[in-house]
Structures are given as structure tokens and as C-alpha cells.
């Protein structure tokens, strides 16, 4: 099988990869709100990790980690880091100052409620994040993925019989966003007759823009962007505690912490509302990569058709080398150290994923896409430690069941060079967002199986 190597297409008025690599001093580059490492930010990565894999950028005074086990070294040290700021970095900034001295666990305790976020669980530090999480594992049973997983191949059909009648089509809009909507929307009991309400909420909705992480701008930034979902698991937990059915929003509204305690209905609906929005999102992203470098490279396209249980480790180096989340953050409670450098109380580091998953002291060779690749699935593209994404065992099953069906009813795939130009010379746009990664469109053609 032959290996492909990596490298981002032109798009969004990014330069080219190899365009990157030709700038003398990466640090002269606002990775969070410049325009310049949208479509291709691994040179600067890269760049960062040979100077040191732990590196302060001069924009916004935040330490990047780009090294593999220095960012193992903070994702699996919850007492010396909080996840307060995990989702916005270094916007809109902490509401207190903070040196060396402060006592930062308790400026965080006196300040979390007014940071973005704060309610959600990828920002909640122990052990309210252990009851939380215990709670969401509780609506995630190996029992109620298994069931969805056996639901996932009706979906995918059903999506794909409308996709591909037309021989053509934008793959994100047409395809993976409503299969992976609609997957998390029976994972959490979303009756069938609202689930159209949620996809033109989520997915249709042309006002609907991103906020978090966005390179636009650091204001408008939401401290719930996802009102929609909390009203409407507000209202189906609130019905369901009245009047018990059973069904799964029933399971939802009678789940109890850890401890047995019965939460308040936000803290459910929080749980659920993260849950749907953040595994969404990553799945959709994680697909239009996958299936961006199947129609752009015939060979391994040919390769995967051959053996579809090939497609299992394809899946594990795609979310390597394109992970859907170019990182989170952390925020330093003490003055502590990583990989030998020192870091003050108060810093935000960034955990870059995309950088950590192409650390050469890791992985051989990393620029090279390698389908057969023995330690793919020791990246980090879901985390590590207690904020691990709980969704990853959905997010793999999806992605699985979506490309076998897709290659079973195709026989050939081919990007659509009328609207990204020809081979050569794509036109991709990306995410304007520090935090994931992924085209906001890819359109493809498709010859379809007979039958």
C-alpha cells in the first residue's frame, strides 16, 4: 500500500503547506487570531516542537505544548492543572489577575461561574467533574451504544439514498452532518418526530455561526451557545419525571450521580446538551477528512474497497494526522514543571493535538499518511486522562459504519473539481477556529453500485 504524504490544500485565504514551511520566524504568526495557519497550521507546530516541544508564543503569552509525552505530562496531571479555560484559552482572559503567588484554586473557585462555558463538562475540574462525568456514563451504557451502533446502518442508509441519487453532492451538508445528527439523536431518546427540528437548528440554520475558538475576532463570544438544546432536554426531562415512559429520555431523567444522588434537571441536561453538541460537531469533521483523502487518492480508495476491515486502523491514522480538535487548554494552579520547563502559576498552555500526534519521538515518519500504521491508535486526538472523550467508542462506530456503507454503494469516489478546482490546485475552505480542525464544505462525486 502505498503511503500518502501529508499536507493541506489552499483555502480560505491560508497559504499552502508548503508555503508554511518557507517562513523564517513561525512565531511571528498569531496562531488564535490570525488568518495564516488556518489551512495548514503543522509547520507551525512542528517549528515550535524542534525549538522546544513546550513554547510560549509572544500573542497571547500562552504556553504550547507540541510534544507527545509533554502533553501526557498535563492531560493526566488534573492537581496541578484545571480545566477551567479548556475550551477557550486565552479569550476572553481570566476576570482576576493571577502571579506566581496567587492561591489559583481559589480565584478559580470565586471566578468559574463567569467564564465561558463553565457549565460544561469538558471545563469542570474534580470532583464535581467526577460526579458529572459518572453521570454521563451512566446515559452511555455499553448497553445503549450497542443498540445505537445496530441503529447506525438503518441511518446511514437512509441519509445516503437521498446523498447519492443526485450522483453528486457537498458530503458535510448532505451526509455527515444529519447521519452523525441524527445517530446522537437516538443515542439520547430525541423522539423521531422533533429530530427534523434539530438538524434545521443545528445543521440548516444559515445565521447559525461559530463562536468558540473562532480567528475572527475575540468578541461575541457566547457564554451558552447552545441555548436550543437546553431548552429542549429542559423540557423532555422535566416531561419525563412527570410521566415515566419507557423509552430513553425516561433512562435520562431517572439517572443518578455516582453516588446516587438524583440530579437537578440542569445538571442532566448539561450532560446531554454536551454530549450532542461537542460529539456532533468532532464525528462530522472527523468524516470529511476521512473521506476528503479517500476521493483524493484512487489508490487507497481501491485498498480500503478491498478489504473493509482495513478501515478500522485508516480511521485511527486519519484522527492522527487530521485530528478533529487541534487541542484544548489547561490552566496552571501551581508553579510547576513540563518536559523541563518551568511554568508559573496562572499560564494557559495549549495541548496541541495536531502537533503531539506528529512528534517524530512518537511516531516514524509522522508527515506521511501510513494506513497500515502498528501504533496509530496511540494518538491523542480524543484526549487522554480524566477528560478523555467519552464519546470516542460512538465517534469510531460511526465513522466506520458511514465509510463501509458509503464505499459498499459507490464504485468510485472523486472530489468534485467544478467546485474545488483540479488536482493540483484544490480550493478547500476551513474552520476559522483555533480549536478544531476540518473544510466547512466537500463536494464529491460518486458512481453508484447498481441495485
Not at 448539561?270 to 469533521?285: C, Y
Amino acid at each position: 500500500m502505498r503511503k500518502s504524504t501529508g499536507g493541506a490544500a489552499r483555502g480560505g485565504g491560508s497559504r499552502r503547506s508548503e508555503g508554511n514551511r518557507h517562513v523564517k520566524n513561525f512565531q511571528d504568526l498569531d496562531f488564535f487570531l490570525g488568518q495564516e495557519l488556518i489551512a495548514d497550521p503543522y509547520p507551525y507546530f512542528d517549528a515550535l516542537r524542534e525549538q522546544c516541544p513546550v513554547t510560549r508564543e509572544k500573542h497571547h503569552n500562552v504556553m504550547m505544548v507540541t510534544g507527545y509525552n509533554e502533553a501526557l505530562e498535563v492531560l493526566n496531571d488534573a492537581e496541578h492543572y484545571s480545566s477551567c479555560i479548556s475550551v477557550t484559552g486565552p479569550f476572553p482572559g481570566f476576570p482576576a489577575p493571577i502571579d506566581e503567588n496567587s492561591d489559583v484554586d481559589a480565584l478559580i473557585a470565586e471566578h468559574r461561574d463567569s467564564l465561558p462555558l463553565s457549565d460544561q463538562l469538558p471545563t469542570l475540574d474534580p470532583p464535581t467533574h467526577t460526579a458529572h462525568r459518572g453521570l454521563l456514563m451512566r446515559l452511555i451504557t455499553p448497553k445503549r451504544l450497542k443498540e445505537n451502533e445496530e441503529a447506525m446502518w438503518d441511518m446511514a442508509d437512509k441519509v445516503l439514498d437521498e446523498y447519492l441519487a443526485a450522483g453528486k453532492g457537498d458530503m458535510i451538508r448532505d451526509f455527515a452532518g444529519p447521519f452523525t445528527l441524527y445517530i446522537i439523536a437516538d443515542l439520547l431518546g430525541v423522539p423521531q418526530e422533533d429530530q427534523e427540528e434539530f438538524l434545521n437548528a443545528l445543521q440548516r440554520d444559515p445565521h447559525r455561526k461559530q463562536t468558540v475558538g473562532s480567528t475572527e475576532g475575540e468578541g461575541g463570544m457566547s457564554h451558552n451557545p447552545i441555548e436550543f438544546l437546553y431548552g429542549k432536554f429542559s423540557a423532555y426531562i422535566e416531561d419525563r419525571r412527570a410521566d415515566p415512559r419507557n423509552d430513553v429520555l425516561t433512562s435520562l431523567a431517572e439517572a443518578t450521580f455516582p453516588d446516587g444522588s438524583r440530579p437537578e434537571v440542569l445538571d442532566v441536561v448539561r450532560v446531554a446538551a454536551n454530549l450532542f453538541s461537542a460529539g456532533q460537531e468532532t464525528t462530522v469533521r472527523l468524516l470529511s477528512s476521512s473521506l476528503k483523502m479517500l476521493a483524493e487518492d484512487p489508490e487507497l480508495q481501491r485498498w480500503l474497497r478491498e478489504d473493509h476491515e482495513r478501515i478500522g486502523n485508516f480511521i485511527e491514522e486519519m484522527l492522527r494526522m487530521e485530528s478533529p480538535v487541534k487541542g484544548d487548554f489547561r490552566m496552571a494552579k501551581t508553579n510547576t514543571t513540563v518536559g523541563g520547563v518551568d511554568i508559573a502559576a496562572g499560564t494557559v498552555l495549549m495541548l496541541a493535538n495536531g502537533g503531539a500526534n506528529r512528534d517524530p519521538r512518537r511516531f516514524d515518519d509522522p508527515t506521511t499518511f501510513d494506513p497500515q500504521r502498528s501504533n496509530a491508535r496511540s494518538h491523542i486526538a480524543f484526549g487522554r486522562g480524566i477528560h478523555t472523550c467519552p464519546g470516542a467508542p460512538l465517534a469510531r462506530a460511526e465513522a466506520k459504519v458511514a465509510i463501509k456503507r458509503l464505499l459498499e454503494r459507490t464504485t468510485d469516489i472523486r472530489i468534485d473539481e467544478g467546485v474545488h478546482g483540479p488536482a493540483g490546485a484544490r480550493e478547500y475552505t476551513y474552520l476559522p477556529t483555533f480549536i478544531l480542525r476540518g473544510i466547512t464544505t466537500l463536494h464529491l462525486e460518486f458512481d453508484r453500485t447498481e441495485g
